[in-house]
């Protein structure tokens, strides 16, 4: 596999590499992987079609050369041949998707998610489905029933959740790109653990149809990559509204991002950044995250931005109201799994009732269960007045106080996660300290604002990547994919190194 998406593309145009040596390269690692002592289990499985995919690609690449129209081929469909992972809760027409749960063993999907329908026609190609936490539950994808996803920088640490599958096929080069979804940070945070970029777009730039939802108002598709051009140019292919699904938007700018360009020195000097005071507390903050922290802010002033501090005190509620509104919505939206419709069903003959609670028993694990439990103990007649709206009330002074930093800054700098990636086990009976890995990130879902996490040095113990993400005001993934752009320029080897 070739680095980057114009690499690769390159490498196609010029015969280097066929699009059926890129998969079966991928399949052939996939194989071996799994034999292996300590298999880093990225993927779940590789889809069937894949080879025949790429085997139609060649063939219009061929024919193309022969009628000297390649370069009108790749303009049509600038992704042709090219491969890219898939997150087990985003449908692929005709191929198995479970959401890494036992309770969906065996559904096959029945049509194609909005997301990958546009990359398809685009000309890429889904190599299979990643491994992730359960549900979309977790920050370390341990959570799955198909055993945790280990990094690919060292395999005794995590990778990140819920989207770690992805992210690891990424980081491990046996995918191009990956899609991810994050309802509080699982694009952000796997990304930050395995040292790539990964963008979390604004609420509705990329359509939600086909993705099984977690926390309806939060879920977002989003994507991870080697570069932000990697990230840019799936975004441009994919963004934009759908008939089916009515909170889908336009991306303004998209020839921008088409054409991603490093901001210049007279544009540099313009930019504004905000930094919440809030973030400054390093309380339970890694040392090497918290000197990160303060050279990517050093960066910022010497390329001529102007780099001050603002006090958003309900930044402090973040967390709370988080995990009060998603677990509600997951409550709801994991009602629908039942034994009766669709996926496993744990039928003893003793009634519907009992075959409702055998199912859910046996087919949920233990972290979904505990945010069902939570999510129906918020919801119900006495609390809900106390904790649901209380929780919704406060997203909407988030809202508000976001915007307000908006109208004087250009983008919100702070750390993706307190810490680098963890070891497996450590965190994984601790949900408490596991829910605290989110402390930099919900606020961007629950403000429905774009990030991007960049990679941007090492831990000194166990050089493990360290992200710092740029978070921009709604539909500007322009702006901080440029900033992207430039931090790439100059940071080519994950960033600023950390002693």
Not at 30 to 35: C, E, H, Q, V, Y
Not at 268 to 293: N, R, W
């Amino acid at each position: 596999m070739y680095y980057t998406i114009d690499e690769t593309r390159g490498a196609l145009k010029a015969g280097k590499i066929t699009s059926v040596q890129l998969v079966q390269n991928a399949i052939d690692t996939f194989n071996k992987d799994k034999s292996a002592s300590i298999p880093l289990n990225a993927f779940i499985e590789m889809y069937d079609d894949a080879v025949s995919k790429a085997e139609a690609a060649d063939k219009l690449i061929s024919q193309a050369k022969a009628n000297g129209t390649i370069d009108k081929l790749f303009s049509e469909k600038p992704l042709l041949g090219l491969p890219f992972a898939n997150k087990d809760n985003i449908n692929c027409k005709g191929h198995k998707l479970t959401c890494a749960s036992k309770i969906l063993e065996g559904y096959v999907a029945p049509y194609n998610a909005t997301v990958i329908e546009r990359l398809e026609n685009a000309g890429a190609i889904p190599l299979g489905r990643c491994n992730q936490d359960e549900f979309a539950m977790g920050s370390s994808t341990e959570y799955s029933s198909y055993g945790p996803t280990r990094n690919p920088i060292n395999r005794e640490f995590v990778s990140g959740g819920s989207s770690g599958g992805s992210a690891a096929a990424v980081a491990a080069n046996q995918a191009l790109f990956g899609l991810g979804t994050e309802t509080g940070g699982s694009v952000r945070l796997p990304a930050s653990y395995c040292g790539i970029y990964g963008l979390k777009p604004t609420y509705g730039v990329l359509s939600r149809w086909g993705v099984v939802a977690y926390g309806s108002s939060l879920d977002q598709v989003g994507i991870l990559g080697h570069t932000p051009g990697d990230i840019a140019e799936p975004l441009s292919l994919m963004c934009g509204t759908d008939t089916f699904d009515d909170t889908s938007a336009e991306l303004p700018n998209v020839d921008s991002i088409k054409n991603l360009q490093a901001l210049s020195d007279a544009e540099f000097s313009k930019i504004k950044v905000a930094i919440p005071k809030q973030f400054l507390k390093t309380e339970g903050a890694d040392p090497d995250v918290v000197k990160c922290f303060g050279e990517t802010r050093e960066w910022f002033t010497k390329k001529g931005a102007v780099v001050e501090e603002v006090d958003l005190p309900i930044l402090d509620a973040s967390i709370a109201s988080y995990y009060v509104i998603a677990l509600a919505e997951a409550a709801s939206n994991l009602s629908r799994f039942d034994g009766i419709r669709y996926g496993r069903r744990v039928d003893n003959g003793k009634g519907y009732d009992e075959l409702y609670v055998d199912t859910r028993s046996e087919g949920f694990g233990p972290e979904v269960k505990r945010r069902i439990v939570i999510g129906n103990y918020v919801l119900s007649e006495q609390f809900s007045g106390d904790t649901y709206k209380k929780g919704m009330t406060v997203r909407a002074r988030i809202q508000r106080e976001v915007a307000a930093v908006f109208e004087k800054y250009d983008i919100i700098l702070c750390p993706t996660c307190p810490t680098a990636a963890f070891k497996l086990g450590s965190k994984v009976d601790d949900p408490l300290e596991m829910y605290l890995s989110d402390l930099y990130t919900t606020f961007v879902n629950l403000a429905r604002i774009p990030s991007i996490n960049v990679p941007a040095g090492r831990t000194g113990a166990d050089n493990m990547p360290i992200g710092m993400q740029f978070a921009g005001k709604m539909f500007n993934e322009s702006l901080i994919l440029r900033l992207a752009q430039s931090w790439e320029e100059e940071h080519k080897d994950c960033g600023i190194p950390v002693k």
